[in-house]
């Protein structure tokens, strides 16, 4: 396990700028060449990783997967959050969100109330406006942490509700006549809570299947009401 575990670990290290020489990984992780062609077969075969004749290459989606999977083998998850970017998180998110027909929005900043706001990922699609906090934190995470991580995130979600129409905000929720803005966390390993004061927290893994089941959950979650136009409207189904 302690082999797979450093082969992963090299392939996160030498492919945040894209495909690597299969010889690299080999030096990097310290092992034999026979075994890591055998681990990278496997690897592929996992959809992980794709093979050419000296090299290996592996998707930002991938690169998720394949840190997920060092942190299952009991790799630190410090190191591991070290080996991955802000923006591999964001494009995940943005991504998954197209996949299911929102149309998003990275790195939204706007003022309201006196102070500067930004909001990681946004994605539209009527009536659900998802406000996704991308953290990637590096060791098992306490509840008052979380409650301050998932305060501030609702903080963003309804002043960004608040703050709407804004002529420096080209947002698609703006065009419609009501949205329901819906705060959430985006993690990249489970921690105990899968919510926190109504407010989903999402491992990376599971993001795709949150998406693809918000709209019958939505009413259970905590989500912020606005009308637009001054047209007044219920949120029943």
Known sequence: MSVERNLVISLLKLT?????????????????????LELLGKLQNENLV??????VEVDSTS?????????????????????????????IAALALKNN??????????????????IDVVGCKKPSVICIDCKHWQRAITSSALKRIVDLQAQRTLALADSLPNIALKLECAKWD????VPAVLSLIPS???????????PVLQLQDFICQLPAYTESLKFFPKTFNGLRHDFQD
């Open 16 to 36: 945040k700028e894209g495909s690597v020489l299969i010889e690299s990984v080999n030096k990097d992780a310290r092992i034999p060449s026979v075994v890591a």
């Open 178 to 181: 009501r949205a329901k803005f």
């Open 101 to 118: 027909g929102y149309i998003v929005q990275n790195n939204v900043r706007f003022k309201h109330a006196g102070h500067r706001w930004e």
């Open 192 to 202: 105990a809570f899968k919510f926190y004061d109504k407010v989903p927290v999402v």
């Open 63 to 91: 690169r998720l997967k394949l840190a997920v999977k060092a942190a299952s083998l009991g790799a630190d998850v410090e190191h591991i959050s070290d080996l991955l970017c802000w923006q591999e998180f964001e494009e």
């Open 50 to 55: 794709y093979l050419k004749p000296d090299t």
